[in-house]
């Protein structure tokens, strides 16, 4: 069975970074695109970044410049690094990997930017 485990999540204040990782276990192939989703309060779920096997990527105009998604194919993973943080990326954070046998989400991990 496939789970994909997020970390890397916390509070943090504006200005500051945080890097997120996401790892999958189990046996999971032929990943096709590896994303990471958000869900703030209020908000519907929103695309934050994805990467493909092929490492092309493609990110939220709210994020780019601040954020940068990254892979290891052998490694199963997924990372997303994030400067230059705000209030209005407060949210819940997901993992999201698209696969040939269907996809899977992380459990979520809880990310807060206040001073």
């Known amino acids: 069975q496939v789970q994909l485990v997020e970390s890397g999540g916390g509070l943090v204040r504006p200005g500051g970074s945080l890097r997120l990782s996401c790892a999958a276990s189990g046996s999971i192939f032929d990943i096709a695109t590896r994303s990471w989703y958000r869900r703030a309060p209020g908000k519907e779920r929103e695309l934050v970044a994805s990467i493909t096997s092929g490492g092309s990527t493609n990110y939220a105009d709210s994020v780019k410049g601040r954020f940068t998604i990254s892979r290891d194919n052998a490694k199963n993973t997924v990372n997303l690094q994030m400067n230059s943080l705000n209030p209005e990326d407060t949210a819940v954070y997901y993992c999201?990997?698209?696969?040939?046998?269907?996809?899977?989400w992380g459990q979520g991990t809880q990310v807060t930017v206040s001073s």
């Open positions: 999201h990997f698209a696969t040939i046998r269907g996809p899977y």
